[in-house]
């Protein structure tokens, strides 16, 4: 079930909210559990068994993990958890990927396995895994069944994160306060996100359909496609972040932050302190750091960001050009930890122009289909191959979504939560927002749900990851 769908809208949430808050406080987990199941199992019911299967493995070994963390067997059950976890994700995720390149250095025929890849696995594997080590660490175990499922299985953010780590929200399971407050928060995060999606993610993807359809490619129009794209995957799972931290708030979670306007960074080193930041903190404090982190030496760190980005790269998907994605981002962090972070900070316009170029090529890297692919997108945006430097296709799509680009690029910025800002700072503006915003948030959703009428399948982009 998608959130941008007529069903999840106006029948879906509506009635799971009803019984949400007409039950009383202890049974609010269960309805929320069994509102996940549905959600998930909408779309792929046979998958809600293996998703069960993951939630009793990492229930059982938490129990037994808290029991003896304190003795050598508490390490090696936390690492017989992290392990069964992980087998999963590998034999799902990415056993046609090891076949195939196995056959491909063998010469052998082993018939690919040809699994469908179960939505959110990704997502749902990482948050068991941080709860057993939370637990080694010292994090009470849940002891009830219920409570850890629904924060494993919590529709908000089962699908596509944020990854939502177990110490974060473990009191808010057992204990959370709901108000009116925080009710009209959720909805107008969910509302804001929903748009993003919408009004600019799926125009912007749009295009990008286009451009890889185009028997007319120029110069400009790979540099259009380069941008569409880089704005296309910020608005489409910033959108979902927003939505599933809104939809949290509505049900009492405070669930943190995932993205903090990551194209106005200055250097690669901040711009993944700003995008996709419960992913990059996972890894940080259950990987690099466990692995050593800076403590031995540089020579060791630079080997430890390497693998971590080599990992970051995987998780993304199994394929060549996500390693390669990891591994671009892992030689941009250490040129910059070397040699580069000091020299970007004398001047914040060429600063700001080398991220963004270089963030824009990695989601060309990202968005191929293979590594072959990539290199010819990139050598395009350098006209390579004797393609012409403009278009007359390159210059209608331009002319014909430059209204879309133009509100993608300032709303990637914040200037209009600034401006808001100001003008709720002040006492007769605050008072107009304040009337404003319900009838604002409702056209808006009026206008959404005219598009989600008229409109087709519009998937998240890391429903695949």
């Known amino acids: 079930m998608l959130f941008s769908s007529i069903t999840f809208l106006y029948y879906f949430l509506p009635l799971t909210a009803a019984i949400y808050f007409a039950v009383p406080k202890g049974f609010k987990n269960a309805v929320l559990l069994l509102a996940s199941f549905v959600f998930y199992g909408w779309g792929e019911p046979k998958y809600v068994v293996l998703m069960g299967l993951s939630i009793l493995s990492g229930y059982g070994f938490g129990l037994l993990v808290e029991k003896y963390r304190q003795k050598r067997a508490g390490k090696i059950l936390c690492t017989c958890s992290v392990c069964m976890s992980l087998s999963f994700l590998l034999y799902f995720k990415y056993a046609d990927f090891f076949i195939w390149n196995f056959n491909k250095a063998t010469g052998m025929e082993i018939p690919l396995l040809r699994i469908a890849l179960p939505i959110g696995i990704s997502f749902y594997t990482f948050q068991i895994i941080s709860y057993t080590v939370d637990v080694y660490r010292g994090e009470a175990a849940q002891r009830k069944l219920i409570h850890l499922a629904a924060y494993i299985a919590m529709f908000p953010q089962l699908i596509a994160g944020p990854i939502v780590r177990y110490s974060d929200i473990a009191r ?3 204990d959370r306060k709901h108000s009116w407050e925080g009710i009209a928060y959720g909805v107008r995060r969910f509302v804001i996100g929903l748009a993003k999606k919408i009004l600019i993610a799926n125009q912007l993807g749009e295009l990008c359909g286009i451009f890889r359809g185009s028997g007319e490619k120029s110069v400009l129009f790979y540099w259009i496609y380069g ?20 939809l949290g708030r509505v049900f009492g979670f405070r669930f943190l932050e995932n993205f903090n306007y990551p194209y106005i960074s200055v250097s690669i080193t901040e711009f993944w302190r700003r995008w996709h930041i419960s992913l990059g903190t996972w890894f940080r404090d259950y990987v690099y750091i466990p692995m050593g982190g800076n403590r031995k030496g540089r020579i060791r760190q630079l080997f430890h960001i390497l693998v971590v980005w080599m990992l970051t790269g995987f998780w993304h998907g199994a394929a060549w050009n996500f390693i390669f994605w990891g591994l671009y981002f892992a030689v941009l962090l250490t040129v910059e930890k070397i040699w580069l972070l000091k020299r970007l900070e004398k001047s914040r316009i060429f600063s700001h122009i080398y991220t963004l170029f270089l963030v824009m090529i990695s989601f060309v890297i990202f968005n191929a289909e293979d590594l072959g692919q990539a290199f010819s997108d990139i050598a395009g945006l350098f006209g390579a191959g004797g393609i012409p430097l403009v278009s007359v296709e390159a210059v209608y799509y331009l002319r014909s979504f430059g209204i879309v680009l133009l509100a993608g690029g300032i709303g990637a910025t914040p200037a209009v939560g600034s401006l808001f800002g100001k003008i709720s700072g002040n006492p007769t503006g605050g008072r107009v927002l304040n009337l404003m915003e319900p009838v604002v948030l409702a056209g808006l959703l009026l206008v959404m749900t005219a598009y989600l009428v008229d409109g087709s399948f519009n998937p998240f982009l890391y429903f695949r990851f």
């Open 172 to 174: 808010q399971l057992a």
């Open 227 to 246: 941008v569409s794209f880089a704005l296309h995957i910020y608005f489409d799972f910033s959108g979902y972040s927003d939505m599933a931290i809104g």
